[in-house]
């Protein structure tokens, strides 16, 4: 092989990452600086872990419960030592508190974005790096610090220009789940293993996906789906199952099977939460958990945060088997299409809940912590479905090279030094394929000034594509645009900054 | 192992790896907005590769040509291809532009910055992980793209706030050397190689560590170091390597060794490469490299940029081997302190060239290229040093939580829709805990609002620690924070605004 001519490799991105260009970068950094402009105003600061972790100090807090151990980018250090990649940015945190904890003011309240990696089959639209927008409390138990994250992430939402309505964040806890299950016998003591948990968790988060009848297959005896293939059930009785679904807002109707109660749907009156106390017996773990969340739903009510911005949802699950209290998540509420053609709501963009034993890990004492995500990719195309777009470029001037370069960066840095973006030609081509250039990267004028112009101390200004195309939107200026046998102008050098100025005056762009 | 109680993990870092907390992050990313500004005026736009590129496609080009192979963390996806995490920001572009090169408007300008992974020893202020912010230009071999960079260089570091002398942007052509080499017949065809081109190469470049006479060994029968280490030389003769260090600017000097000659060191007056060419006879290569520096030079030159910011220094060389034509270098001149406690000047915080091989590689046609690399975190520590300091976080205002968490979370709001950064504490601790938390946060002030305060409309404004040391340089509220023994005052609830804002407006901050 090494004799052997080396064949040229070939240029293409590894399965599952992407490129990305201006559009996409511009817009992604002026979300992320309004989402980290909120959360600095409540006091959180920034907090940034290398992208490696000991793979022994990661665990198996892996999002997919099903694979504990894949998942992740892993290799062997020199020193023998297994590092990976992270895959959240939750693990990075808990071994940032638990090695500094002694240093650390608590509460201890951080973001942090970034990206993370999973070493996951890609698929459409998912890839294996992409980012996340980080935000916990450590060391507090108190209902003011989940209540805290929920109003931030309201307040993030509508910063980014959603209106109120487009969004929705819902808030459950675990514990009323667990309660309702110690009810029916399910505790831990009884039935109810860490397993069966699991999987009554899960058959309820796929509620929006598989209709009530799925969930309560899914909860009794297992289901078939439209391929043949079959997932086991939670193997609780009729009346167990009955009892959950009650608890998910449904009632058993003798021809349409389960059906939503009324209770169901967000609106105005008294909040949900109290409507499902009332029908559901809890155990002791569901009375605690109603009264955190009255606890939490008593401080956002009470600084004007309505069921239209923040609501009990006890449907919301959260996949991740870490947390152990409230969860919550953020939604947007207006219909898309997705890639089968169907309209739905956009969905989840944020979410997160309370996690009281991920530092416990590491310190082997409880740390209670409580913390939301935002997936920025999924964020960013909601905003770009609403029209929503920012970060735009300011418009770019173009400066032709002839045979003086020099010129040509002195006329440039006279426009830059008032702010004005402009690209100089920097190869050596004809004056056509540089203003075909021109046209491609999108710039509005160009700056041309060859010997004839220089020997009678003038610049010619000419409209480009980009300028011709909305050239409509220009009132001053219009009578020089619509002479397209003459798209230009000529000015003198010492008069090419004003004009040029006055040009970009009258000029519209962006939404 | 499996049966036995799990140990708990060890929360610590990953050896060569570092956490970083808020000063440095705003820092950071304070002066990377700077440079993303300038770097946009001239009309570049950002681009954004993955973490990974497979390993073929990362290739050979590595910064350290002694461990070809080494210096890269690898793994091997499932299915069965090596990736890498890209070592540079360099490698990806070429991979990017070979990928998309019908579809780019050319020359293809694009910045990049971002993390960059080196499978290295890691040591004091050596880390594995760092951050770099590139910008090249593709498909031109005119001198002009060249000179912009050099202008667009020395423009960021003015407008990171260096002073005009602190910084030297510093300008070579490899084929100086080259043509040098040619001269003295080291040509490709008799005794030039590319292992001992390398050899001279990495001899000049250590020219400010090892000083002109450790150079002259390095070049001739090689050398041995204080601690009794042989480093194998060029095996030039006398004569040969004579005439390389003529070109260097030393004359052998009977008594002294090789000596300074008067034209080195920066200053006004006719460039340096005019006093080189004068006195060293370049072969063909050095005679083309000279036209391509002097077109570079006339200008910048033109352009204002005077030899106080662009120079040539045909000393510097660039330690990576795909060079093939000018390289530059960004070095800061003001004097440091080093580990040993010797006083040097700052040294390099960029660099860059023209590579016209390393698309070229992908596609089997040459692609000219020239690029520059800004090292962000030693250009970041530089800055620190020099007390140019930004991106500093606005003044902190406390709320405390007594019995009613949210009311403080309505005072905390009511604040932050004036843009004041304000946090609520998350705990439920005594009053004096709460007070310390906020000492600790360097908050400003603290709002207090207990039951006693609210029964009589009212708030508690106190000045904290961070508050009292800089109290001298309040002017109009001095008297009432040098009041010590009642560091607070109490206002109407409804005044509470209009007071915060008062103190906060005397208030002076940052430099």
């Given at each position: 092989?090494?004799?052997?001519?080396?064949n040229?490799?070939?240029?293409?991105?590894?399965?599952?990452?992407?490129?990305?260009?201006?559009a996409?970068?511009a817009?992604?950094?002026?979300?992320?600086?309004?989402?980290?402009?909120?959360?600095?105003?409540?006091?959180?600061?920034?907090?940034?872990?290398?992208?490696?972790?000991?793979?022994?100090?990661?665990?198996?807090?892996?999002?997919?419960?099903?694979?504990?151990?894949?998942?992740?980018?892993?290799?062997?250090?020199?020193?023998?030592?297994w590092?990976s990649?992270?895959?959240?940015?939750?693990?990075?945190?808990?071994?940032?508190?638990?090695?500094?904890?002694?240093?650390?003011?608590?509460?201890?309240?951080?973001?942090?974005?970034?990206?993370?990696?999973?070493?996951?089959?890609?698929?459409?639209?998912?890839?294996?790096?992409?980012?996340?927008?980080?935000?916990?409390?450590v060391?507090?138990?108190?209902?003011?610090?989940?209540?805290?994250?929920?109003?931030?992430?309201?307040?993030?939402?509508?910063?980014?220009?959603?209106?109120?309505?487009?969004?929705?964040?819902?808030?459950?806890?675990?514990?009323?789940?667990?309660?309702?299950?110690?009810?029916?016998?399910?505790?831990?003591?009884g039935l109810?293993?860490?397993?069966?948990?699991?999987?009554?968790?899960?058959?309820?988060?796929?509620?929006?996906?598989?209709?009530?009848?799925?969930?309560?297959q899914?909860?009794?005896?297992?289901?078939?789906?439209?391929?043949?293939?079959?997932?086991?059930?939670?193997?609780?009785?009729?009346?167990?199952?009955?009892?959950v679904?009650?608890?998910?807002?449904y009632?058993?109707?003798?021809?349409?099977?389960?059906v939503?109660?009324?209770?169901?749907?967000?609106?105005k009156?008294?909040?949900?939460?109290?409507?499902?106390?009332?029908r559901?017996?809890?155990?002791?773990?569901?009375?605690?958990?109603?009264?955190?969340?009255?606890?939490?739903?008593?401080?956002?009510?009470?600084?004007?945060?309505?069921?239209?911005?923040?609501?009990?949802?006890?449907?919301?699950?959260?996949?991740?088997?870490?947390?152990?209290?409230?969860?919550?998540?953020?939604?947007?509420?207006?219909?898309?299409?997705?890639?089968?053609?169907?309209?739905?709501?956009?969905?989840?963009?944020?979410?997160?809940?309370?996690?009281?034993?991920?530092?416990?890990?590491?310190?082997?004492?409880?740390?209670?912590?409580?913390?939301?995500?935002?997936?920025?990719?999924?964020?960013?195309?909601?905003?770009?479905?609403?029209g929503?777009?920012?970060?735009?470029?300011?418009?770019?001037?173009?400066?032709?090279?002839?045979?003086?370069?020099?010129?040509?960066?002195?006329?440039?840095?006279?426009?830059?030094?008032e702010?004005?973006r402009?690209?100089?030609?920097a190869?050596?081509?004809?004056?056509?394929?540089?203003?075909?250039?021109?046209?491609?990267?999108?710039?509005?004028?160009?700056?041309?000034?060859?010997?004839?112009?220089?020997?009678?101390?003038?610049?010619?200004?000419?409209?480009?594509?980009?300028?011709?195309?909305?050239?409509?939107?220009?009132?001053?200026?219009?009578?020089?645009?619509?002479?397209?046998?003459?798209?230009?102008?000529?000015?003198?050098?010492?008069?090419?900054?004003?004009?040029?100025?006055?040009?970009?005056?009258?000029?519209?762009?962006?939404?």
């Open positions: 092989m090494a004799e052997q001519k080396q040229r490799p070939k240029a293409r991105l590894p399965r599952g990452f992407r490129d990305r260009g201006p996409e970068i817009a992604e950094r002026a979300m992320l600086d309004t989402i980290r402009r909120v959360y600095e105003s409540y006091g959180f600061e920034p907090l940034e872990t290398p992208a490696f972790e000991y793979t022994d100090a990661l665990g198996k807090f892996l999002p997919d419960v099903d694979r504990p151990n894949a998942g992740v980018f892993s290799l062997k250090d020199d020193d023998e030592q590092l990649l992270r895959y959240d940015l939750t693990a990075p945190l808990a071994r940032y508190v638990a090695e500094n904890f002694q240093h650390l003011a608590k509460p201890f309240r951080r973001y942090q974005t970034g990206s993370v990696w999973r070493n996951e089959k890609p698929g459409p639209g998912r890839f294996r790096e992409f980012t996340q927008f980080d935000a916990d409390t060391g507090s138990a108190s209902p003011a610090a989940d209540a805290e994250l929920l109003m931030m992430l309201a307040d993030t939402l509508e910063a980014l220009k959603l209106k109120r309505g487009e969004y929705i964040v819902k808030l459950n806890n675990r514990k009323l789940l667990d309660g309702l299950l110690e009810a029916i016998g399910l505790t831990p003591s109810l293993t860490a397993m069966n948990r699991g999987v009554v968790l899960r058959a309820i988060d796929k509620l929006d996906r598989l209709g009530p009848q799925g969930v309560f899914l909860l009794t005896t297992g289901r078939t789906d439209d391929s043949g293939d079959f997932t086991k059930g939670a193997e609780l009785s009729t009346a167990e199952a009955d009892n679904m009650r608890f998910l807002g009632s058993m109707n003798v021809t349409r099977g389960y939503e109660d009324s209770f169901q749907g967000v609106g009156g008294p909040d949900r939460l109290e409507r499902i106390a009332e559901v017996s809890f155990g002791p773990t569901g009375i605690q958990g109603t009264k955190e969340l009255r606890d939490i739903i008593q401080i956002v009510r009470s600084c004007g945060y309505e069921e239209d911005r923040i609501a009990v949802d006890q449907t919301v699950v959260r996949g991740l088997d870490y947390y152990t209290g409230p969860v919550f998540e953020a939604q947007l509420t207006f219909p898309v299409t997705n890639e089968k053609g169907d309209t739905v709501v956009f969905g989840s963009v944020a979410g997160g809940g309370r996690y009281d034993n991920l530092v416990a890990r590491f310190m082997g004492q409880p740390s209670p912590a409580t913390g939301v995500s935002i997936g920025v990719s999924r964020l960013q195309h909601a905003l770009s479905l609403r929503i777009s920012s970060g735009a470029l300011t418009p770019l001037v173009f400066v032709t090279t002839m045979d003086d370069p020099a010129e040509s960066f002195k006329i440039a840095n006279e426009l830059r030094r702010g004005i402009t690209e100089v030609y190869g050596n081509k004809k004056l056509q394929d540089q203003l075909k250039y021109a046209d491609r990267r999108g710039a509005v004028f160009a700056i041309i000034q060859g010997s004839i112009e220089r020997d009678m101390g003038q610049v010619t200004i000419k409209g480009l594509e980009f300028g011709k195309e909305i050239s409509n939107v220009l009132k001053s200026r219009e009578e020089w645009l619509a002479n397209q046998s003459g798209r230009q102008i000529n000015v003198d050098r010492d008069m090419m900054l004003n004009e040029i100025k006055r040009l970009l005056s009258n000029w519209s762009w962006g939404p």
